[in-house]
């Protein structure tokens, strides 16, 4: 199985700043690759996809990079609305696998 | 716009059958560039893939590890939805229960609402 490591577990930002989460591969998994953001109660929205592309709806101060084994999530000029967990996905393979969650708060 | 609707009781009981349902609209269960996939969340076990049912040409269906043996998903095409049936369930598989689709990149792009799923006497 392919195991994704995701860091930090959490992080505390104010409005309109930018943040970085980082999400690690245990193999390489090319471009196969996602981020999710999760809301208390609900089931995770689909952020990015492919390891760079912003899903349709999604703010533009969202973006993400990577390949390989490496990627990351930029949100930049952070809304209140922002405040959530982030999750990474692998589906290079099965068992598709998920990153542990990084909780966002907006201070 | 794909919707997915889920049902299915809250609470079961140990060594009985976890069943949920999951109704498609918008999109065919028999769709060739789709995949109907189980997804559980909890506290302890994190964001689980749980397994999936696909139609290419024919029916396949892929499962975890840790559910196969005691996991069945099945597609109705005549009602355009998908089930899944856990058996054997201990509290351990206490979690909200997702139906997903994955599209032809294979990542999940629709999710139903989720179902909090309690095993318990």
């Known amino acids: 199985d392919i195991q994704m490591t995701q860091s930090p577990s959490s992080l505390s930002a104010s409005v309109g700043d930018g943040v970085t989460i980082t999400c690690r591969a245990s193999?390489?998994?090319?471009?196969?690759f996602n981020w999710y953001q999760q809301k208390p109660g609900k089931a995770p929205k689909l952020l990015i996809y492919s390891a760079s592309s912003l899903q349709s709806g999604v703010p533009s101060r969202f973006s993400g990079s990577g390949s390989g084994t490496d990627f990351t999530l930029t949100i930049n000029s952070l809304q209140p609305e922002d405040s959530a967990t982030y999750f990474c996905l692998q589906s290079h393979s099965t068992p598709y696998t998920f990153g542990q969650g990084t909780k966002l708060e907006i201070k | 716009q794909v919707q997915l609707q889920q049902s299915g009781p809250g609470l079961v009981k140990p060594s009985q059958t976890l069943s949920l349902t999951c109704v498609i609209s918008g999109d065919s269960v028999s769709s060739n560039s789709a995949a109907w996939n189980w997804i559980r969340q909890s506290p302890s076990r994190g964001l689980e893939w749980l397994g999936r049912?696909?139609?290419?040409?024919?029916?396949?269906?892929d499962y975890a590890v840790s559910v196969k043996g005691r996991l069945i998903i099945n597609a109705d095409t005549s009602k355009n939805q998908f089930s899944l049936q856990l058996n054997s369930v201990t509290p351990e598989d206490t979690a909200v229960y997702y139906c997903?689709?994955?599209?032809?990149?294979?990542?999940?792009?629709?999710w139903g609402q989720g179902t909090l799923v309690t095993v318990s006497s």
């Open positions: 193999h390489s998994i090319s471009r196969s």
């Open positions: 049912t696909y139609y290419r040409s024919k029916w396949s269906d």
């Open positions: 997903a689709r994955a599209n032809s990149g294979w990542y999940f792009d629709y």
